[in-house]
């Protein structure tokens, strides 16, 4: 089967930052250049051709971030192409850490440890995504944001895509989790993807970390704390909240793609 290329033209306008290519052309060239080996190197060659103040700044960044990166994620094998476009390096401890939390969850619903009828499973589900998503986009976490933020890709099709990584590792184990329990699973799925949309769009406001830091405060004190002290399941997690986390989840799915020039900026994020 041919493969269809990227045009030198556009692969040399590229390398010397032409401002004024179309932003689906840009997007267009990144994605090709993500899968592609060959196009990679004639764009690493027309660097070296044509911008060698590119090349330069690239190499002054390079030297600057090495360091970093290493310190960041020590002694870690090389992983896989595919991996890395879906999984940051520092993701990867605050995922092990919310499916560690979901199995402390399930152990304690296990053992009849909760308060009255209350389900750990089900009061800390709709949380556990967020900590993921704020750990997937936030500059203090990721040594090379400000160089992931700074491409076209690096908006929203960047932040969907962390976030489906955060979603596709802990839904599975919140899943095996209610099954085990009991739990219905509309009554932790609904919550769990609508405060995951609500942290995106608040986040495309005031950054990612900030909405995510911001919605757990609110959770703990107006639903865990209240939930505890009364020793039951409190009226949002029942069934007869699922419609207002339908609605929130659609409000923040209509936000997020409102706002979508939001997520290419720095500002994203905090």
Avoid: K, N
């Amino acid at each position: 089967m041919s493969v269809e290329h990227a045009s030198m033209r556009i692969i040399d306008r590229y390398a010397r930052g032409d401002t004024d290519i179309a932003a689906d052309e840009l997007w267009a060239l990144e994605a090709h250049l993500e899968a592609c080996g060959l196009c990679r190197d004639r764009l690493s060659a027309s660097v070296m051709a044509e911008g060698p103040t590119v090349a330069a700044l690239v190499d002054t960044v390079w030297s600057g971030l090495e360091p970093h990166l290493a310190a960041a994620v020590p002694h870690q094998r090389r992983r896989p192409a595919w991996l890395s476009r879906w999984v940051t390096p520092a993701m990867m401890p605050w995922l092990g850490m919310a499916v560690s939390v979901t199995l402390i969850a399930l152990l304690l619903d296990a053992v009849g440890t909760g308060p009255g009828d209350v389900s750990f499973v089900l009061l800390l589900a709709p949380v556990l995504p967020v900590l993921g998503v704020a750990a997937s986009w936030s500059h203090g976490l990721d040594p090379a944001y400000e160089l992931t933020a700074s491409v076209p890709r690096a908006g929203l099709y960047l932040v969907l895509r962390r976030t489906a990584s955060v979603l596709a590792v802990v839904v599975p184990a919140l899943l095996v989790s209610g099954w085990v329990t009991g739990v219905m699973a509309a009554q932790w799925l609904l919550p769990c993807l609508a405060f995951t949309s609500a942290t995106l769009a608040l986040g495309g406001i005031v950054g990612v970390t900030r909405a995510a830091i911001g919605l757990v405060g609110v959770w703990a004190a107006v639903i865990v704390a209240p939930t505890l002290a009364a020793s039951r399941t409190a009226v949002a997690l029942q069934t007869a909240g699922l419609p207002v986390w339908a609605l929130i989840l659609a409000l923040g799915i209509g936000i997020v793609v409102a706002r979508r020039g939001a997520y290419s900026a720095l500002g994203a994020h905090r």
